[in-house]
């Protein structure tokens, strides 16, 4: 049952992930890649929220867990980063999304971690 839960929480997550982060990236119109940051930023902030809270192995959590595995996106961030520019050197669009998303990601699941441990 697990398994199922964390398969449709997360076909959810990937779902929401595709609608919010377009609407911001047309909301905003910018160059950069601001709506898979945002969803990053938020989907830290929100796992931070879930482990801190405790149990993973309880239903929410694993619903939780599942929705924000498919909320957040790695393998976009990369190749959005790459698309900004890091052959023959990166571009200091790239570093910056690179960079500043990884920075922010790590204050927020720290954040979310702290306020409920």
Known sequence: MTIVVAALTGSAGALARYLVSGLIQERTRSAMPVGTAAVNV??????GLV???GDL????S???VG????????STWMVETARLGVV?????RAVMNLVGTAVLGI?????GYHATN
């Open 88 to 92: 023959p050197r990166p571009s200091p």
């Open 57 to 60: 192995a309880a239903g929410w």
């Open 62 to 64: 694993v619903a939780g």
């Open 42 to 47: 938020a989907g830290a902030l929100a796992l």
């Open 107 to 111: 204050a927020c699941v720290s954040l």
């Open 51 to 53: 482990v801190g809270a």
């Open 67 to 74: 929705f924000l595995g498919g909320f957040t996106t790695f």
